[in-house]
């Protein structure tokens, strides 16, 4: 179907509409209070120091007021999603090193208790570590068991459940296989047709195996079936046999949108990027008729770096050292020496031997080292340009003399191991429904903009693997994949990801390295790279003048050296270009919020990027309400009234990020979600965030589904009251569903460039008109899905525009 035109309409209206300035007058109050914190100026610009081998913690910051909190945000520190209004001020979570506290310190913030340190990080990789390992000792000891007893068959049947599902009968099977770990192949079912029949006799079925981060754990699938088994049996590739009693599942009431039987909890443990894109694979080429994956076109980076070393204590005599050839293809293996001769007058030479570089510093009459750090660094490139260049720390004049260095091996620092590409890497989104030619409703759901968080990734995962595992036993889902075109991209920044895992588990960049010669560029500032992929955007960007990125290459909210630098960033809006995309879901964490636009304002006033149209916001209402509903069905978690709405009211300015892109720039319906409570909980937490978060996942599909299913037209209706103005009355207009008003107040015909009905304020709903008594009103009312209230064409010739007067009702 073709993209319904009528919503982009909605948009029509500049940011001057009745609600933004409704805006500006009431952030202006908030706006007050201390300009900046003590001991620095508004504008100046603060660079908050980082050294590379501290891991960063989560620290709460107070601030007095919006101001402060501008002002923190303009310092580029890195923020979480936790903006907590207080009676002591508002208390805001920041991820920063101990040097980064000092500073912020230093800058007369107030700086309280930590809330999540590196040891946390830790915790978590080794929980995840021994699942994995516990897993595999699972499978190692089932194994062994067998092979002792040549009595026992190789397969074994964990569960057989029949349920019905609407009029559909199904079995669902999950089974263990000895070789499951090694071997690919799917295990054949076989049914009998009910009690006293033979095995066979009620058809077969294959069930696939469940592989989660590189381990197996038990084969399992569901399929119709005709009549209720009363036995299945397996006859596993080694012609071992097992045979099992079917149960029946527990009903679940009806009144859930998922049904009996429904398939849900697919993740077992935290996945890196390496372990998202496996996982996508595995599930299109089990699904190939419903799902393909996509090579999106911009490969990233690469987790991959120079090799690097600092030479040196004290700024005037440090020699940064970087390899030309990339740390793994061959960087790593340089070694420098700084060597003394142990002789008077000797001058400054450089001899290379393979990959082993030999300073032989100069020396004074007396026999004492007199090369600079100057010196140093310009014969090292001059004489081993081949394979380093070098240079003075970070722009110093490099005056210092150095001091000796044994050999010392240059170093990427990259720690994951080996099957982790250092190649630069594509960025892959799982596409999924029955018609995937363009011709259905878009929806896109991406994840892992910021590295660190570590849950939204699998809240796309259990969706991916909800939707193509229902999707044979339960009619609402294969509702859902014949309607829509759903892509699913797991993690839009794999290089930060890895990085995450394996390095500096607070990374939320990409891992790009953009500081000019001069600057933040040697081995000491590795963990203060990188572009924030949330801010590198075209719409209302830190280019355009908006706040809440940062100039600096090393800041946390580093917006890149302009809009869409980074391919990253660049797939994003290649999916956001697909003329059908309609619907979005950019998943982060933390804070359980729940935004949409707009998601940024300029400083100082907090003008706002245009808001959403009254019909817009109460379509964005009406959504959420649904999806955070399904979110609460999980364990009655509400995401709060306070953390749902547009970016910049609940939260603060976020200029450049992707939201904003594909509401402003393609008008796609795009929210984003906060999930959960930290980036890298406890497993159990993650575990449930991933099942809440999963479930409104899956309602905003519904949403989209009903919104391409909308054919019916809404209604709308005019109430006058009395008005304490002389000479007038109160007038509005009452709808029937999320729909825009347009109006005419003389006499003449309404059209899309009539006055547009617009909000009273922020989360005010709608505004109350005054009007002159007799006034003639005539109106029409059109639905976020386009439908044309009474089916009135307003371009046309058309008069089924509703018409009324501004009277009082009498009697
Ligand atoms: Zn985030």
């Keep these: 179907m073709s993209r319904p035109a009528f919503p982009r309409r909605w948009r029509r209206l500049p940011a001057a509409t009745a609600a933004s300035v409704a805006l500006l007058l009431l952030a202006g109050p908030a706006t007050t209070g201390t300009a900046a914190p003590p001991d620095r100026e508004a504008d100046a610009p603060v660079a908050l120091e980082r050294s590379a081998d501290e891991q960063a913690d989560v620290v709460e910051v107070t601030v007095d007021g919006t101001a402060q909190l501008d002002a923190l945000v303009a310092t580029g520190v890195d923020l979480d999603h936790h903006v907590t209004p207080t009676e002591a001020g508002i ?21 309280g208790a930590v809330l999540h340190d590196a040891d946390d990080s830790a915790q978590r990789i080794s929980e995840r570590d021994a699942t994995i390992a516990a897993h595999q000792a699972e499978n190692r000891a089932y194994t062994a068991t067998l092979e002792r007893s040549a009595a026992t068959s190789d397969v074994k049947i964990i569960r057989a459940d029949y349920y019905t599902s609407g009029t559909n009968q199904v079995l669902s099977v999950e089974a263990k296989w000895a070789q499951g770990q090694t071997s690919t192949s799917t295990l054949t079912v076989a049914r009998d047709s009910g009690p006293g029949t033979e095995i066979g006799s009620g058809g077969t079925q294959n069930i696939s195996r469940f592989v989660d981060a590189g381990v197996y754990l038990y084969h399992r699938g569901a399929a119709a079936v005709t009549t209720r088994p009363e036995r299945i049996q397996i006859t596993s590739p080694t012609g071992d046999v097992a045979v099992a009693e079917v149960k029946e599942w527990l009903p679940i009431p009806a009144d859930s949108p998922e049904g009996p039987g429904y398939q849900k909890d697919f993740v077992t443990s935290y996945l890196t990027p390496t372990e998202l894109y496996d996982r996508i694979k595995r599930l299109a080429d089990a699904y190939p008729q419903l799902a393909e994956v996509v090579k999106l076109p911009y490969q990233t980076n690469g987790y991959r770096r120079k090799a690097q070393v600092v030479l040196g204590g004290t700024t005037a005599t440090r020699v940064a050292v970087d390899s030309l050839a990339w740390g793994h293809e061959g960087g790593n293996d340089i070694t420098v020496e700084l060597a003394a001769p142990g002789a008077a007058d000797q001058p400054l030479s450089v001899t290379v031997t393979g990959k082993a570089i030999r300073v032989s510093l100069a020396t004074d009459a007396a026999g004492a080292v007199t090369s600079t750090a100057a010196q140093v660094a310009a014969a090292l490139t001059a004489e081993a340009g081949a394979l380093v260049t070098a240079y003075t720390y970070r722009g110093d004049a490099g005056a210092g003399v150095v001091a000796p260095v044994a050999p010392t091996p240059l170093s990427d620092n990259l720690k994951a191991p080996a099957g982790v590409s250092r190649d630069p890497h594509p960025v892959y989104a799982i596409r999924i429904g029955k018609y995937r030619d363009g011709s259905r409703t878009g929806v896109l759901a991406y994840a892992q903009e910021h590295a660190r968080e570590w849950v939204p990734p699998l809240v796309t995962i259990e969706t991916a693997e909800r939707l193509l595992r229902n999707h044979a036993t339960d009619e609402n889902t294969k509702q859902l994949l014949r309607t829509l075109d759903i892509w699913i991209v797991p993690s839009i920044n794999p290089d930060g990801g ?30 203060s790279w990188g572009v924030d992929n949330n801010r590198n955007y075209t719409e209302y960007s830190l280019f355009d003048g908006y706040s809440g990125a940062s100039a600096s290459c090393t800041g946390d909210t580093y917006a890149g050296p302009s809009e869409l630098s980074e391919p990253e960033n660049r797939n994003v809006d290649w999916l956001a270009q697909r003329p059908n995309m309609k619907f979005s879901m950019n998943l982060h964490s933390s804070g359980n919020y729940f935004m949409w636009s707009p998601g940024a304002y300029a400083t100082p006033g907090r003008i706002s990027a245009p808001r959403p149209t009254l019909a817009e916001e109460s379509f964005f209402w009406g959504a ?29 300015s976020a200029a450049g990020n ?4 594909l509401w402003y720039k393609y008008g796609i319906y795009a929210w984003n979600f906060e999930v959960g409570t930290s980036f890298q909980p406890t497993w159990e937490e993650a575990h449930q965030e991933t099942m809440e978060f999963s479930n409104g996942l899956v309602e905003l599909l519904r949403v989209a589904r009903d919104y391409d299913k909308d054919k019916k037209r809404p209604t709308s209706t005019l109430s006058v009251t009395p008005s304490a103005t002389e ?3 109160s007038v509005r207009f009452d709808v029937s569903e999320p729909a825009a008003v ?19 304020g922020i989360r005010e ?11 003639k009103i005539h109106w029409f009312s059109v639905d976020a899905a386009g439908n044309i209230e009474r089916n009135y064409r307003p371009d046309e010739d058309s008069k089924t525009f509703n018409r009324g007067w501004a009277t009082l009702p009498t009697g």
Excluded: W
């Excluded at 309400?625 to 009211?649: C, E, F, Q, Y």
């Excluded at 992707?658 to 892109?661: L, N, R």
């Excluded at 006499?747 to 909000?759: C, N």
């Excluded at 709903?765 to 006034?775: D, F, H, I, S």
């Design 742 to 760: 347009f109006y005419t107040l003389d006499g003449s015909r309404p059209t899309f460039e009539s006055t547009l009905y617009a909000s009273a």
């Design 658 to 661: 992707s939201g904003d892109m």
């Design 91 to 111: 208390v805001v979570h920041a991820v920063v090193t101990p040097t980064e506290v000092a500073g912020l310190k230093r800058m007369g913030y107030q700086v």
């Design 765 to 775: 709903g709608a505004e109350t008109l005054t009007v002159p008594t007799g006034t």
């Design 727 to 729: 000479g007038a009355v």
């Design 624 to 652: 959420s309400s649904r999806i955070l509903t399904a979110i609460k069905r999980h364990r009655n978690m509400a995401v709060t009234p306070a953390r749902t709405g547009p970016i910049s009211d609940v939260l603060y």
């Design 498 to 527: 890895h990085y995450s895992f394996y390095d500096y588990a607070s990374q939320r960049r990409n891992m790009t390295n953009h500081c000019a010669p001069g600057g933040a560029t040697d081995a000491l500032a590795r963990n």
